[in-house]
């Protein structure tokens, strides 16, 4: 009898979400698109707590910023209303850390 970790496990049942390069691109755009957005919201409640210097969050807020723009460029068609698609995802985590 062969043991296989959980994580190879789910690695070969989780379902594919893409059938090509293009819609791969997209999902990997909309999960950076994501990460931004809430690494820009995490260093804003760190310099809220004072647990981040004032030049640090400049910085880091100028390079988020910028690159959240140039994405923005590439995903607007995809994604026209980047509060929409911060709320759904916001569901969609709820919902799987309920299920999962």
């Given at each position: 009898m062969r043991y296989t970790y959980?994580?190879?496990?789910?690695?070969?049942?989780?379902?594919?979400?893409?059938t090509s390069k293009n819609e791969r691109r997209q999902y990997d755009d909309f999960a950076s698109l994501y990460a931004m957005i809430t690494a820009?919201?995490?260093?804003?409640?760190?310099?809220?707590?004072?647990?981040?210097a004032s030049a640090a969050y400049d910085a880091s807020c100028s390079e988020l910023i910028a690159k959240?723009?140039?994405?923005r460029?590439?995903?607007?068609?995809?994604?026209?209303?980047v509060q929409?698609?911060?709320?759904?995802?916001?569901?969609?985590?709820r919902i799987s850390l309920v299920f999962c």
């Open positions: 959980a994580a190879d496990l789910q690695a070969t049942n989780a379902p594919k979400l893409w820009i919201d995490k260093i804003e409640k760190a310099y809220m707590n004072s647990a981040i959240f723009k140039t994405l460029t590439v995903t607007e068609d995809s994604v026209p209303d929409h698609f911060m709320w759904v995802s916001f569901i969609f985590e």
